[in-house]
């Protein structure tokens, strides 16, 4: 599936406010029937979508690093943690570490992850669409729509699914 990311920004920020009306009862759905729903379109849409023709994510935001992902990371780089992290990361607002810069400098001009094998668990988990217990991270799930195709036609389905 072809990605226009131009006009993905455009229809994303259009449907944000219906989409946060949108998360608000997807709260009040119980949270087994949430979790098989997104599972299930989880599962649909990355049938037909390639993130490697988008990566979106890698291009715009940052992963949470942990202490085992910095430590992983600087080994590969044969560097030290602290050196690490002082050549790729701070701490946001939240006192998390996180990229200094977009795009990720790991991200390769093909769109394919220099540390694929080796990257982050928040990379590795992304976009949290397929996992259990939704409920608790509608939020995120609702700010990754702005980020990621995917995770915007899993919205607008769900949105179809469970409109009243």
């Known amino acids: 599936m072809e990605i226009d990311l131009d006009n993905f920004r455009r229809e994303s920020k259009s449907d944000y406010p219906s989409n946060q009306k949108l998360k608000g009862r997807l709260k009040k759905i119980k949270p087994k ?36 992902d910095i430590d992983r990371l ?16 701070h701490r946001d607002e939240e ?40 409920h608790g991270i509608l939020e995120l799930t609702l700010k990754n729509t702005l980020v990621c195709p995917a995770v915007f036609k899993i919205f607008q389905q769900i949105g179809k699914d469970f409109r009243k």
């Open 33 to 68: 029937e949430l979790d098989e729903k997104f599972e299930e379109l989880h599962d649909e849409v990355f049938e037909k979508l390639d993130c490697l023709d988008c990566a979106n994510c890698c291009k715009t935001t940052s992963p949470i690093f942990l202490q085992t």
């Open 95 to 134: 006192g998390d570490y996180v990229l200094n810069l977009a795009p990720c400098p790991f991200l390769g001009a093909d769109n394919k992850c220099l540390v694929y094998e080796d990257r982050p668990k928040a990379c590795r988990e992304y976009p949290h669409t397929n996992r259990k217990k939704m």
């Open 74 to 89: 600087a080994k590969v780089f044969r560097m030290k943690s602290s050196g690490f992290i002082e050549s790729y990361l």
